[in-house]
Structure formats: structure tokens, C-alpha cells
């Protein structure tokens, strides 16, 4: 019998995104360092870096670092607010392009997606003219960079999008993904965050190539169905489809207070209440959902967005409630006060449709 095709999967992410989005609106920003995030305020502000570019990043600028280190590092710097509504247009017309490339598609959060392009192409040669003209439309569309990575996997695409930044395209040959992954550090896996990193670190695994190595029994001793994941997922293993979305692209709740307020047990008591309302929703229309933004207008009517999208699909409330309370966290001042909050999932899959990633 004839072995089955391997797929040919793109990871597509744009290059620093947000700040990229700027520094074409104001190509007086051009060759600056540019960080988008909170207000530093000579070094005294609350809240994080969403993104900076890269020239930002010579001087150890980092997303979700404390505005007031990025202020420490680099003082010169363009420092500019989020203007989400601004990227999610951006974003949206981008998606656009790239949804008709693919033969099936998932967008990944804001600047991100995967395309199944396996219909598309016959060969890896003929994928890469075609990463290339991809690459080539958004550029000519909206003078816009990305990365773009190959695989015959999204978890192999999604580590090679990575690989190169900015604008590059990494094609990695089914033949070649052990000596790919190998070399790099765990945490470039989707599944491992600071905290894992810290205890697979302890046990003296500290690239792909470690784990990929590390008897299989005493990782799901370890992290139990997790640690059969990561294991798979370091021998660059990964079944899972590109989920294609509905036409629902999203669930929202606001509420405008009769008065402004800066009263914070107010406030979280409205956005707790605000998401289970959604979570109701959610439920009963049979949705999962992945990413999460926040929405806060504050009484001179300046309006800040944030999100977040989980590494996994979920409909549980209390992954809502958490990233919601993550989220505002930087936004609830005791000294400003609060017109509107809101939030909003969105990246909604149907639970039915959802299969199992691995
Ligand atoms: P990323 O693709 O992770 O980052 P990036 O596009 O800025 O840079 P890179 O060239 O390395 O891909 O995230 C996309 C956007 O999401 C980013 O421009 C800003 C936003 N973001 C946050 O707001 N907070 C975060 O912690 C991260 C990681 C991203
Ligand atoms: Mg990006």
C-alpha cells in the first residue's frame, strides 16, 4: 500500500507586530527603538510591554516585561499605548489574505496563523514559492513583515515560524525534525511555560533533544497526561487537525457604570459577573473558545484592550475568570476611575468539531 502523503502545514506570525503596525503609521519612528504597552511615566508607570521591535530588543526589551525595567533599559525609546482596534482592522485584513492560500485554516491569536496547504502543493520545493508569495502579498498589501515555518505538523511549523525572526521562512524536511528540535531549549514547546521549564530544568533536561531522551514513565509520574504530551511533542509528534473556525467570531459583554468609579472590589465583582454571563452563552451554544481580551474606558474616555490567548481551547468560567483577573490587573488603579469594562472571547471553536490535540 501506498504510504500516506506527509501534510504541509505554514505557521504564519507576523514580526513584532503591534510595534510594526505603528512604525508604518509613523514612519517617523524608523530605525527607533519602539515599545508599545503601558504608560512608563519617567520610569514610575504600572502595567507591562505588549511588544517592541527589534531594535528595542538589542537593549533587552521584552514582552510582559514591567514598563518601568523597559523605561530602565532603554529611556529613548518611542513609548507608545496599545491601540488594539487598530491592529485587530490590521489583523483582520491580514487573515484575509492568508485564509486564501489555505485549504484549511486557523487563525492563532492576532498575528498568527496556521494553513493547511497539503491540497495546495506537491512537493516542499513548490511550498516554499508558495510561503514566498505569501510573504510577498502582505508585504505589498500592508508593508507588513512575517516569518513564516514548514512542517508536516503545526507543532514543527509553529517552532520554525519562530526559528528565523524576522522575515524568514524555515522549511523543516520530515527527515530533518530531530536534529531541528533538538538542540533547542524546552521551552520553545507550546506545553512548557516558566513553571515547567524550572521543574524539567531539575531534572536535568534543558533542551528538546533532553526530554525527547527522558524515559517516558517518569515524565507521567511527574506531570501525568502532560508529561505524555510534552513527550511526544519533544520527538516531534503531533497529530492534530488545523481547526477550522465557524462564523461566530465572537462573544462580548460590557457594562457602563451609572457612575465612574474606582471602587476595585466593584469592579472585579461586574467582571465576574460579566463572565459568567458570556460563560452561559458559551455553554449553551456549545463553544470552546481560546483567546480572551479585556476592555477598560476610563472617564476621560481613554480605552485600553489587552488579551490573551491560552495555549489551549477551554469553555471552563474559571480560566475566564483567572485571565481576566490576570488581565486587569495593571488597569484597576485606585487613583483613576472607571467608565466602562468589558470582555470578550473570541478564536471559538464548537465543541463538537474540537478534537483532541495529540
Ligand atoms: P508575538 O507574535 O508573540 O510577538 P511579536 O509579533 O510582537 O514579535 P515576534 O516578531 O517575536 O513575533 O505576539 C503578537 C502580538 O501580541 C504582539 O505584537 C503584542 C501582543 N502581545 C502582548 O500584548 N503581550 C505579550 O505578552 C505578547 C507575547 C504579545
Ligand atoms: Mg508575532
Known sequence: MAKTRNRVIFHVDMDHFFTAVEE??????????????ADPRAGKGRG??????????????????PITRAWRRCPHAVYLPVNYDLYEKV?????????????KFEQWGLDEAFLDVTSKVHDLEEAKRLAQEIKRKIYAKEKLTCSIGIGSNKLVAKIASDFNK?????????NDVKSFLSPLPVEKLLWVGKKTKRKLNALG????????????????????????QMHLSAKGIDRSEIQEQWEIKSMSRDTTFDEDTSDTKLL???LN?????????????????????????????????????????????????????????VYLQPDRKVRLIGLKLSNLVSSEKQKKLI
Do not use: W
Open 205 to 228: 533536561i534543558k533542551t528538546i533533544g533532553d526530554l525527547a531522551n527522558f524515559d517516558a514513565s517518569t515524565l507521567i509520574d511527574k506531570f501525568g497526561v502532560m508529561g505524555r
Open 91 to 103: 489583523s483582520s485584513r491580514i487573515m484575509t489574505i492568508l485564509r486564501r492560500f489555505a485549504g
Open 24 to 37: 508604518r503609521e509613523h514612519p517617523e519612528y524608523t530605525d527607533n527603538p519602539v515599545v508599545v504597552g
Open 273 to 329: 459577573a460579566l463572565a459568567e454571563d458570556v460563560h452561559k452563552q458559551l455553554t449553551e451554544s456549545n463553544f470552546n473558545f481560546k483567546t480572551i481580551t479585556i476592555k477598560i474606558r476610563y472617564e476621560n474616555f481613554e480605552t485600553h484592550s489587552h488579551s490573551k490567548t491560552l495555549p489551549f481551547m477551554t469553555d471552563r468560567l474559571v480560566d475566564i475568570q483567572k485571565t481576566v483577573g490576570n488581565l486587569m490587573q
Open 166 to 174: 524576522p522575515d524568514g521562512l524555515t522549511v523543516v524536511e520530515e
Open 268 to 270: 472585579l465583582k461586574t
Open 48 to 65: 507591562v510591554v505588549s511588544t517592541c521591535n527589534y531594535e528595542a530588543r538589542k537593549y533587552g526589551i521584552r514582552s510582559a516585561m
